[in-house]
């Protein structure tokens, strides 16, 4: 059985940083892409950024250029740098995995999640 446990949310003035953090427990950590997606209040679930089992990844035009999202295997972890942070990016974020890379890319049909960390960008 797979678990997701998302840490490293908080309160950050605007323009600054955070870190998150999905730790993964279960077997085959490697063969699951792992997203990360927000769900600011009052609005629909938004997807933020996916990186797939080879390192390859994908962002939402919202937070490209902003955002890192990465991984290590032998940690069982990913990772969201979150940069410049806005207002607008204050939400619940989650992270999910699956093993089909398309499934996390759109949102649909994923596997599993974590139950989501608050960040709170102030003005």
């Known amino acids: 059985q797979v678990q997701l446990v998302e840490s490293g949310g908080g309160l950050v003035q605007a323009g600054g940083s955070l870190r998150l953090s999905c730790t993964f427990s279960?077997?085959?950590?490697?063969?699951?892409?792992i997203g990360w997606f927000r769900r600011a209040p009052g609005k629909e679930r938004e997807f933020v950024a996916v990186?797939?089992?080879?390192?390859?990844?994908y962002y939402g035009d919202s937070v490209k250029g902003r955002f890192t999202v990465s991984r290590d295997d032998a940690e069982n972890a990913a990772y969201l740098q979150m940069a410049d942070l806005k207002p607008e990016d204050t939400g619940v974020y989650y992270c999910?995995?699956?093993?089909?890379?398309?499934?996390?890319?759109?949102?649909?049909?994923?596997?599993?999640w974590g139950l989501g960390i608050q960040v709170t960008v102030s003005s």
């Open positions: 999910a995995a699956d093993q089909i890379y398309a499934k996390v890319k759109a949102g649909a049909g994923i596997k599993y």
């Open positions: 279960g077997p085959a950590f490697h063969q699951y892409a």
């Open positions: 990186i797939s089992q080879i390192n390859s990844y």
